[in-house]
């Protein structure tokens, strides 16, 4: 989060969560994983990202089995268009860098990855904002 500000230090900052888990045992496939970027990046206004997500997903009424075949048929994918970097944050109780990005994601996608061309997670999708007049 330094970086992305331009500071020399850092502050700890809690978004994202990391498991590490012990080896898998016989016949287990192991968990897949992402490559994160956490420094050597900055958003750029005009750069085109991908969001990746499970909007409207209700699997409550299913059954376990059938559970995986619609994780995977139901993934939705949209690119967007970053328009605006706040690099101090949208207020004082939530000072986090984010970048705003224009596109018809739907409802639904928030707590997806945002990935850069280079295929590297580089954000959230936290909230929709009204489109701009």
């Known amino acids: 989060m330094a970086e992305l500000r331009g500071?020399?230090?850092?502050?700890?900052?809690?978004?994202?969560?990391?498991?590490?888990?012990?080896?898998?045992?016989?016949?287990?496939?192991?968990?897949?994983?992402?490559?994160?970027?956490?420094?050597g990046w900055r958003p750029?206004?005009?750069?085109?990202?991908?969001?990746?997500?499970?909007?409207?997903?209700d699997l409550s009424e299913v059954g376990e089995s059938e559970q995986n075949a619609l994780l995977t048929e139901g993934m939705y994918g949209a690119y967007g268009r970053i328009i605006d970097v706040q690099l101090e944050g949208t207020s004082r109780s939530n000072s986090t860098p984010v970048f705003v990005v224009e596109s018809d994601w739907p409802s639904g996608m928030s707590g997806g990855p945002v990935f850069n061309r280079?295929?590297?997670?580089?954000?959230?999708?936290?909230?929709?904002?009204?489109p701009r007049t």
Do not use: C, N, Y
């Not at 012990?22 to 420094?39: D, H, I």
């Open 118 to 130: 280079s295929g590297e997670v580089i954000g959230i999708v936290s909230r929709s904002q009204p």
């Open 44 to 57: 750029e206004i005009g750069e085109i990202v991908l969001a990746v997500g499970f909007p409207e997903l």
């Open 7 to 39: 500071e020399s230090t850092s502050r700890p900052s809690v978004d994202v969560a990391s498991l590490i888990t012990e080896q898998p045992g016989a016949g287990v496939k192991p968990p897949q994983t992402l490559s994160v970027r956490s420094s």
